[in-house]
């Protein structure tokens, strides 16, 4: 069921923007119509010259269909920049995010692709309305495990450098070994709703 976004806000304030239950006393900053709140990926906006109105963007939605650009000025208010998505390409249910690449001038999104697995794709922007062709990611040594989410930003003493620090997935199935994962019984019980690979999938940070 999808659910509302919130923010800094709940940090001993309300927002008040949307009321929920009957109540505006809560730090939600996005509704579920909106159709970015899966996922919703917010960032500071560091390129030179970006408008104030615009200061704050975020990525958000999920497949089918692809991701929205949100904008705001304060972090906590927000409008969609356009009504359709503007990334359409990839596995958008895990976290997807984007950041002002200042080495390079332009924006660049990271989100979960299929390519004998689960892996990551790029895609790049100058306006983040209009996204080039998302292209996997190359690795060396090559890639041996499938690749979940990926958190690739900007390393902050050296920005010319992308340092992503990805979720590995791991499923080798009911083995001799999965009897001690945490949770056992209740991994046995996941199994049973017709996706075993919810009880016998393991993730970990690369």
């Not at 109540?23 to 917010?42: A, E, Q, Y």
């Not at 969609?80 to 390409?89: A, H, N, P, S, Y």
Request: proline share 6%.
């Amino acid at each position: 069921m999808p659910r509302a976004a919130t923010g800094s806000a709940g940090r001993g304030q309300s927002s008040s923007l949307f009321e929920v239950a009957g109540s505006r006393d809560n730090n939600v900053i996005l509704m579920p119509d909106s159709g970015g709140t899966h996922n919703f990926c917010p960032f500071l906006d560091t390129r030179p010259g970006v408008p104030a109105a615009e200061r704050y963007k975020a990525v958000g939605g999920s497949a089918p269909g692809g991701l929205f650009a949100f904008v705001s000025a304060d972090g906590i208010r927000w409008k969609k920049l356009r009504d359709k998505q503007v990334i359409t390409q990839g596995a958008f249910d895990s976290q997807n995010v984007a950041f002002w690449d200042a080495a390079r001038g332009e924006y660049r999104a990271y989100a979960r692709q299929f390519r004998n697995g689960r892996d990551i794709v790029t895609c790049t922007s100058k306006d983040f309305l209009t996204w080039t062709e998302p292209v996997f990611l190359n690795y060396t040594p090559d890639r041996t495990s499938e690749l979940y989410t990926n958190q690739v930003q900007p390393y902050h003493r050296a920005p010319h450098l992308l340092v992503g620090f990805p979720t590995r997935y791991t499923d080798r199935g009911w083995t001799a070994a999965t009897a001690f994962l945490p949770q056992a019984d209740f991994r046995r019980l996941c199994g049973t709703t017709g996706e075993p690979r919810l009880g016998t999938a393991v993730t970990d940070a690369c």
